[in-house]
């Protein structure tokens, strides 16, 4: 019997118009009984099943694989067709075969893919599969934006100011905006998540630094940012001048240290600066001259003196405020003939001491010895500073021992020598008179000099001897808070080298006394430093051509002088006091 596929019209309809023709041949006599039936036997076709198998997602470039399963169960599975329905096109491979294939295309976005299997049997019968492939998008780097602020770099308080940007994207779109404040002094931005914004600025009483940052972002999420400073001035306030006042002495004595306060405020703000300065009056040297507070050491002058001060201060805006200051300096205690006077002093203090000694008969004939014999011992010692250091009584005649400090008194310029008084007392009148008083010449100087390149506290010990001298033997030195560098020789040479010492204690004074036979004669020198004792020497050299202009000291003397700070007032090897006398 032939089947008849139900499923196809016109062979259902063919059947069906057989089967009427039948009865109505056999009607008719076209067949007899004895003749072949011929049936037609209608048996319907079955259609073939089939299912994809393939992978529901892929990388871009990635290869996939579409595999299959079709079956008839009345059949076989005559062919394969693959078809791609929507997506991006791509090429597939085997296409009529049960297991087909194709590259993912390299897409910069997830893209969905269909295709479809169509299978037909033997008979002619069909069966599809449709299916999706999802192609995720290429891992490609994302290309971060830029942005760059414009704005200006300062303003005044109290302004507006627009902060523009120019942002751009490489691989995309510029997605959002931030402005926000770093630092400063706070402000409310505006339109901070647009491509510009603006501010007001603050008004404020100093200059401030304000910073701002704009962050950017892309469609990929990449970021940039940039920050930008904007100087805010101070409002143009009108300056508040500062105001000062100095506090010190109205008057003080010579000599004395003279300290001068000041007391500065600045309502609208801070003292910057201070400077003192002297408007007239005998110059002085003022000490912290820049500092609130200063100082002076007043001269020693014969007469009352006015010296004017200045201080002047400024603010940290420029502005300037001042105070004058007068200070009188009281002329030395002393009458008018200031020699007559230290001669005078030195006459009483010898007369106390040395009376019983000496035997003097009045207070007058020594005052007219020391004060007007002229050029004791030649060696030009007239307004000098005697220092008597020992008084021997040789019968008849008085030796005395005496060092000679070449120095103008007040201002402290010295250096030393010695020599021999011999005094020959013969009566009573030369007692009175003192006219025979016979002075020998110098026989032995000492002195101290530094030089630049020595070390902190080393100094020089230098002698000198009597002209037409050959040695001075048995050399003894005895010193006080002084070591001696070199060694010390037996016998000095009239042109021998000075001997280098260094001072144990450079903050205190030191002392040292220079002896031996000179010409069968003992001979000495000492010298005394004082712990204010300077080895400056430029600052020597100013005081002794302040000297020479002075009038307290003459040419000679300039060429002879070397620099000590002040007489000292007490022997260092017995503590016993020292008798000076200034002579005319």
Sequence with gaps: MERVNKNNPLSFKLALLGAALIPLLSACGGSDSSGTDNIVNNVENKQPNVVVSTVAEIESGAEVYMTSSATDSDGTVASYQWSQKSGYAVTIRDKNQANASFTAPVLDADTTLEFELLVTDDKGATAKDTFNVKIKRAQVENQLPNVVITTVAEIGSGAEVYMTSSATDSDGTIASYQWSQKSGYGVTIRDNSQANASFTAPVLDADTRLEFELLVSDDKGGEAKDTVSVLVKRAEVENQLPNVVITTVAEIESGAEVYMSSSATDPDGTIASYQWSQKSGYGVTIR??????????????????????????????????????????QGAAQTSNYYESCNAQLALNVLNIYDETLNFSSLSGLKKWFCSAPDINNSNVTKRVINLLSVEDNEEDIELWKVAHCSDDDKGFGASMSANLLLQVADDEAKAGWSNCIAQKQMLSCHTFNQVNLNPGELYLNYGLKQGSSQLTNVDIVATNLTAIDAIPDTLEPDGKALLFKKDDTSSGAYFELSGTLDNEHASCSYTMMSSYSFGAELCEVQRLNALEQGKISQRDYTELKYINSIPEFDHRNGSPLVYLRCE
């Design 288 to 329: 912290d001259n820049n500092q609130a507070n200063a100082s002076f050491t007043a001269p020693v002058l014969d007469a009352d003196t006015i010296l004017e001060f200045e201080l002047l201060v400024i603010d940290d805006r420029g502005g300037e405020a001042k105070d004058i200051v007068r200070v009188k300096i």
